[in-house]
Each structure stands twice: as C-alpha cells, then as structure tokens.
C-alpha cells in the first residue's frame, strides 16, 4: 500500500507539472500546505472547546477525541508532499465526512463513561486510648494502627 500510494504521488506529480509547469505545482503543493495546516488549526480548537465542555457536564469526549485524531492525521496528509496525500487531508478536514468516520468507528466501539467525579479515599478507625500524637502519624509500639477500609466515593450530583 505504502509503495502504491508512492507511486501514484509521483504519476500525479509528473502529470500535473507536465500541465503546469514545475514551479506552479510546487507554488500549489506549498500552498494546499499552509492552507490545509490553518484549518487544521481552527478545527483543532473548536474540537478541543467542544471537548473540554463535554467534560465539564462529565460526560465522556469520546466523538471529539476521534475527531482530533483525524485532524491530526488530516495535519499531517496536508504536510506531505503530493496532491494524494491533499486530497486525503482535505476530504478529512470536511466536517460531514469526519462526523461519518466518527460515526463508523463509534458504531464499533463500546464506550464508558460516568457522571459525575470519583474519589478514591482511606478511612481509618482509631481507638479511643491513642493519643493525638498517635493519630497524627506517630503510631506507638501498643501495635494498634486502627482499621482501613479502602473504597472509591462517587458524587452522582451535577450541581456541586
């Protein structure tokens, strides 16, 4: 696939330079690049601020991940040389062919995710006979370091 993909960059490259002229079609390589790589950039931000809100409300980022990981690759098919490779990061910057692959991948994937904010904690059971010292972390050789239960807390409201 990589040496197919190769050579078809290069028969394009050859017939487009051949209709163009040379340094017209490095002029447009060059060009798709900067252009590509700000919109790349304008997209990133708003898939990250969707992100970001999405984790605010707790719920889980997952369609805005996959988006900005086809950003990113939309990013660097734009960085590379050839029309191909263009062409292939310009089709994923387009919002509703994005939101198809997101879908596809999404359909195919089990996604977890909870409301609200876990905590893991210690709870430890001293006796009445230790001293405050004792409870700070100075335990005495009576051998008594009380009881700990482990567990996680889970907060289910939204509004704290």
Partial sequence: MFVGATLLEIFVFIEVGS?????????????????GISLVRIQG???LMEA???VNLG??????MLAGIMLAMS??????PGFVSDLGGLLLLLPPVREMLVERFMSRAHVRGNKGHTFTAEYHEYSETRTTQDRLGQYSDRG???????????RKDDDK
Avoid at 19 to 28: C, K, N, V
Avoid at 59 to 64: D, G, L, M, V
Avoid at 144 to 154: A, L, P, R, V
């Fill in 19 to 35: 209709a163009i002229g040379a340094w017209s079609t490095i002029a447009l390589i060059m060009l798709t690049a900067v252009v």
């Fill in 144 to 154: 008594d370091e009380g009881t700990t239960f482990d567990g996680e807390f889970q």
């Fill in 52 to 54: 970001q809100r999405k």
């Fill in 59 to 64: 719920e889980t980022p997952a369609r805005e």
């Fill in 75 to 80: 990013g660097v098919l734009l960085l590379l």
């Fill in 45 to 47: 931000v708003q898939t």
